[in-house]
Structures are given as structure tokens and as C-alpha cells.
């Protein structure tokens, strides 16, 4: 999607490694989510933020960590504590509540 | 059981063919959205409806609220169809997130 850049398209953890998925928008939508995508399975929510400084955990947050101190930037920290990383990572924007949402192309992590 | 259940799971067909996926939901919706999501993974929005119908060019979305059901049509399929469809909801109870189905994979043959 032109207005949403995920980076990188491919991401490689070591074991206790933590890595930064990077999500940056510029089309200043307030609403930004982050879904994972494992096989044979709908996205799952893992975090969301519908305002600077302020986000909420979805279904599946633990072992990640969020920020948005900018609107524009939604970074997603996948952590040691999470012990099955592997999957595809997508970000998502919309204008709010009720809204088509916006999809980035995704960054899949694998681990090493 | 998911809340949101497609079928099928996966759907061959000829050039040409008419195609249809279904959806169906377990609560009340505000909204239920279509996408499409190719082989490199980037997911596309195709519909959002709370009600009756949409069309856009090959695409049709209908739902129904009373059958808690809705479905994808494509008309003239083509190879380029060929990908994965996600029928996702926004439940009424919970308006901040989509719940997603599991995705119908369509692959259209020449």
C-alpha cells in the first residue's frame, strides 16, 4: 500500500534476540494496529493504538512491546519471552473506528 | 469455534467461472470487510457493508444481517483473481478490532 511501509520484508531472530518491526504511515490516520499471521489461521490482533502516546493489547500480546510516540511510527518489539515468533507480521492504519482498514505487505520473521 | 467461518477453504476453478464465498458470523456486526490477500502476502481492502450490496467492477458483496451471512462473488473469474479472501467483522460488542475468518484460497486456471 503506497501510504503504509512495512520494513523489513524478511527478519531473522536468534534465539533471545529481540527485533523491532518497523510500520510508518503517512497518510495521518490516528488508528494503527498490528496483526500476526500464522498458517490456517485468521489475523490475530496483537497490539493497537488510536492515538499518539496511547495503545492497548489485543488478543495475543504477550512476548511483544509497542510505542507511538509519533503519529506516523507504530514500531512492534517482538521479544525473548515470546517463544514461537515465527509468522507473518502485518501493520494495518484506518480513520477510525468502523473504517476500511489499510494494510502494509508485511514483514515475515523467521527464526535461526 | 471462530467466530467468523468461511468457506470453502480452498476453491479451484476454469477461466471464466462465476465464484462465490461465503462467510457467516456468530453475533451482531457493525460492519463486516472483504480482502484480498495476494502471494506476497499484502492484503487489499475490497468491501466494507453493514447492509445489502456492494459492487466494484468483477466483485459483488452481499450480506445478509438477519442469516448473519455474507458472500464474495467474483463474475468472469481470471487467473489474476487467483489469492486469498478474508471475510473479517467488526462485532458490535467490541467496535475497536476486526475478528478474521481463516481465509478462502481461490486459484483460477486458464
Known amino acids: 500500500d503506497g501510504g503504509i511501509t512495512q520494513s523489513p520484508k524478511y527478519l531473522f531472530r536468534k534465539e533471545g534476540q529481540n527485533v523491532t518491526l518497523s510500520c510508518e504511515q503517512n497518510?495521518?490516520?490516528?488508528?494503527m494496529y498490528w496483526y500476526r499471521q500464522d498458517p490456517g489461521q485468521g489475523l490475530r490482533l496483537i497490539y493497537y493504538?488510536?492515538?499518539?502516546?496511547?495503545?492497548q493489547k489485543g488478543d495475543i500480546a504477550e512476548g511483544y512491546s509497542v510505542s507511538r510516540e509519533k503519529k506516523e511510527s507504530f514500531p512492534l518489539t517482538v521479544t525473548s519471552a515470546q517463544k514461537n515468533p515465527t509468522a507473518f507480521y502485518l501493520c494495518?492504519?484506518?480513520?477510525?473506528?468502523?473504517?476500511?482498514?489499510?494494510f502494509g505487505d508485511g514483514t515475515r520473521l523467521s527464526i535461526l | 469455534k471462530n467466530e467468523v467461518e468461511q468457506s470453502p477453504q480452498n476453491l479451484t476453478a476454469q477461466e471464466g467461472e462465476f465464484i462465490t464465498i461465503n462467510c457467516s458470523y456468530s453475533?451482531?456486526?457493525?460492519?463486516l470487510h472483504w480482502l484480498q490477500q495476494h502471494p506476497g502476502g499484502g492484503i487489499v481492502s475490497l468491501f466494507m457493508?453493514?447492509?445489502g450490496k456492494k459492487k466494484h467492477g468483477r466483485l459483488i458483496a452481499t450480506i445478509n444481517i438477519q442469516e448473519k451471512h455474507s458472500s464474495l462473488h467474483i463474475t468472469a473469474s481470471h487467473p489474476r483473481d487467483s489469492a486469498v479472501y478474508i471475510c473479517?467483522?467488526?462485532?458490535?460488542?467490541?467496535?475497536?478490532?476486526?475478528?478474521f475468518g481463516t481465509g478462502t484460497r481461490l486459484q483460477v486456471f486458464p
Open positions: 473479517a467483522a467488526v462485532f458490535r460488542y467490541n467496535t475497536d478490532k476486526l475478528i
Open positions: 457493508l453493514s447492509s
Open positions: 497518510l495521518n490516520h490516528d488508528a
Open positions: 453475533v451482531g456486526i457493525s460492519a
Open positions: 493504538s488510536q492515538i499518539v502516546n496511547d495503545f
Open positions: 494495518a492504519i484506518n480513520r477510525g473506528r468502523g473504517q476500511p482498514q489499510h
